[in-house]
């Protein structure tokens, strides 16, 4: 995979694991989603991206397009610790 920041500086890397791709119908749009554990060239620690894709409600296939992500730069054990301690709070159930 390859994400070109809005500054220029660009990220290249493996996806080397990834989610099963989950569709949300909706009245006026369609969403897909899915994570990814990605470990950037060049760099020691993996990153995980939720991503989303988006197709106007009821499109093909072939409608879909990149919506948007957000990469998370922390190791999956920062990861973890961030997901309990939102959890220990009731914001993840």
């Given at each position: 995979m390859k994400f070109t920041y809005p500054g220029?500086?660009?990220m290249e890397?493996?996806?080397i694991k990834?989610?099963?791709v989950r569709v949300h119908l909706g009245?006026?749009?369609?969403y897909?989603?899915?994570v990814e554990l990605i470990e950037p060239d060049g760099k020691r620690?993996?990153?995980i991206r939720f991503a989303y894709y988006r197709r106007p409600a009821g499109g093909g296939d072939r409608d879909w397009t990149f919506a948007s992500q957000?990469?998370?730069?922390?190791?999956v054990e920062e990861t973890m610790r961030?997901?309990?301690d939102a959890q220990e709070l009731g914001i993840l159930l």
């Open positions: 220029g500086d660009q890397g493996t996806v990834a989610t099963q009245n006026s749009a369609d897909a989603t899915r620690s993996k990153h957000y990469t998370w730069v922390f190791s961030a997901i309990q």
